[in-house]
């Protein structure tokens, strides 16, 4: 029984050296990074150093991967699908409405809406891509930048609007002029009609 137990636990601890020193052998030249596509992509994994020199050398990555988010803002109509999309709520758009077609996005929807606020917190982001999914412009994207590295949390909330306050000022200001315009119009004109009937 002792003999039993005794050899057993030589040949487990002999197992687990010569793990440790096949690795340790194996590990004297630099791993090559295989193509993703490559049929030994996994067996490639074992050869060599187990880290690679990054950021001289790069682990190629499939070209559906989900990273970064980016937003290509002029093709943006601010229809905050992407946000109601979103299972985390990390995406922040404040829209103000334009007084008249602003222009076309690359698709050629029209843009009636400015972008006052289009803020990602990718520190709450899940990678799901739900958002790019239900984009009508397909302006929201997941990009293959997966090594973002900041200092402070607050960095990894990317703002993709590029309106200055005194820009959103003026715009929200315009819209108000016209909506009050509108309504003395409107005023008016029932004023002038009950005018006449009398
Ligand atoms: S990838 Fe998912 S979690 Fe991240 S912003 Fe888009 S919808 Fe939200
Ligand atoms: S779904 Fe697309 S077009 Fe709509 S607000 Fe989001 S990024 Fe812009």
Known sequence: MIVNKTYNALATAWKGLALTLRHLFG????????????????KELEKGTNTIQYPKQEIPIPEVGRYQLDVEIDDCIVCDLCAKACPVDCIRIESIKATEAIGQTSDGSTKRLYAAQ?????????????????CPTECITMTNQYDRTVRHLDELTY??????????????????????????????????????AS
């Open 159 to 196: 703002k993709f609007s590029v309106m200055t306050p005194d820009e959103i000022d003026e715009k929200k200001v315009a819209f108000e002029k016209q909506q009050a315009e509108k309504l003395a119009a409107k005023q008016a004109a029932l004023q002038a009609k009950q005018g006449g």
């Open 118 to 134: 289009f803020d990602i917190d990718m520190a709450k982001c899940m990678y799901c891509g739900l958002c790019t999914v239900v």
């Open 27 to 42: 590990s004297t030249k630099k791993r090559e990074v295989a193509p993703i596509k490559s049929a030994n992509y996994f």
